[in-house]
């Protein structure tokens, strides 16, 4: 009897309204295998009701397959899609950001200023995910798309490599306010609120050596939402924690159960009691406060402020961008001006979207409005 080793992907669909869909993968194991499957399902915009990864002991000799040895791939080639509108519009940059997603562009950056006049430029960089883009055919579909959707509004647009001068003039500030940094980024729940995003329910985080004789068992209780598996495997990645077998089940009023047998990379369980506590205070960490969000001033204006940790393979958080545009539109708030970079923040990479609201006609929400409404869309509660 042998084993294959090709990649293989199988999409059943489901066979009335209200099932699942079920996708089986069937490829070489590594660590953090499972944060990388759930990063794309989170990129698609789909969410996990029932999840279970496969015994070590069925795939232990698919475990044996080592990709240390194996040619790195190249990073994608990252493009500018710049482009002027006549007027801005509440909602355009969230209809701009759901074609781009639409066509599997990801956005690495954004620039967008507004003129006196009321002209838009923005700057999006972007690379494809199907490695089309450096192609006349992708980059007109991807033109005549934003032609769709802006209309006559659009003066020009253009999609080309960028130049060093013009990526270094986008990177934004190098800095974040001290006052900011302190509060948003801290490592410890505020005292306000010991239950990060969730209003009842905390998360229970257990550990259990004695379940298996190769593994350390986690076991995790707590409320669902947009990502929360994506949430525990990366923060097991960073760990650099293989997961062996891991079960998880969505329960009515959006509850969930999740089971992990885990070993350490040199195939141990972890009975280091500072490291399982160190472990469970980080997925706690993660679990009830995956992101931060706050409305800040800016000078006389108002800034819309949401961070998002980054892999340590360099991975940012999907559909963040989508996510905040799209809340911004349901409250009908215009956006001035946008930058999105990454700060080393207690030694730790933060993803920032910065957006400065437009107050120009005096009709701004409530800050704590804003708030929730951007947190409740990217966790998937709204």
């Not at 992907?9 to 499957?37: F, H, M, R, Y």
């Not at 798309?145 to 080309?160: D, K, P, Q, R, Y």
């Not at 939402?225 to 997961?243: C, P, S």
């Not at 215009?334 to 990454?342: A, D, H, M, P």
Request: charged share 25%; with cysteine.
């Amino acid at each position: 009897m042998g084993l294959m080793y090709e990649d293989v992907v199988v999409i059943s669909q489901a066979e009335k309204p209200g099932d699942c869909t079920v996708i089986t993968v069937n490829c070489p194991d590594k660590t953090g295998l499972g944060c990388d499957l759930c990063r794309i399902i989170l990129l698609f915009g789909l969410s996990i009701s029932r999840g279970v990864c496969p015994s070590y002991f069925s795939t232990s000799r698919i475990y044996s397959y080592r990709l240390e040895n194996q040619q790195q791939p190249k990073p994608p080639d990252v493009f500018l899609l710049k482009f002027w509108c006549f007027q801005d519009r509440k909602g355009l940059l969230h209809d701009v950001t759901e074609v781009l997603c639409e066509l599997e562009l990801t956005i690495k950056r954004v620039k967008v200023s507004t003129t006196p006049d009321g002209r838009v430029m923005d700057l999006f960089f972007i690379t494809d995910t199907r490695e089309l883009l450096h192609t006349r055919k992708r980059r007109e579909e991807t033109i005549h798309h934003l032609e769709a959707v802006l209309g006559n509004t659009l003066i020009s647009c253009e999609i080309e490599l960028p130049g060093p001068e013009i990526t270094a003039c986008c990177h934004g500030s190098s800095f974040l306010p001290s006052a900011i940094t302190k509060e948003m980024f801290s490592l410890e729940l505020p005292a306000e609120q010991p239950n990060g995003f969730l209003a009842s329910a905390p998360v229970s985080i257990a550990v259990d050596n004695s379940f298996s004789p190769s593994h350390t068992l986690i076991q995790i209780l707590g409320q669902d939402h947009k990502g929360l598996i994506y949430d525990m495997m990366r923060t097991l990645k960073d760990y650099n924690t293989q997961v062996s077998y891991g079960r998880f089940f969505a329960k009515p009023r959006g509850n969930c159960e999740v089971d992990l047998f885990i070993m350490q990379a040199d195939g141990k369980k972890i009975v280091d009691p500072s490291k399982q506590d160190a472990l469970c205070s980080r997925l706690r960490m993660e679990l009830l406060r995956p992101l931060r969000v706050a409305v800040v001033n800016r000078g006389p204006d108002a800034e819309l402020l949401v961070a998002n940790p980054v892999e340590l393979s360099g991975r940012g958080r999907p559909l963040v961008f989508y996510d905040i545009t799209l809340a911004l539109k349901i409250l009908s708030i215009s956006i001035f001006s946008v930058e999105i970079g990454r700060y080393m923040i207690h030694d730790r990479e933060w993803e920032v979207y910065r957006i400065l609201l437009d107050e120009a006609d005096g009709n701004l929400e409530p800050r704590n409005k804003i708030e929730d409404l951007v947190r409740k869309i990217l966790m998937g509660w709204e």
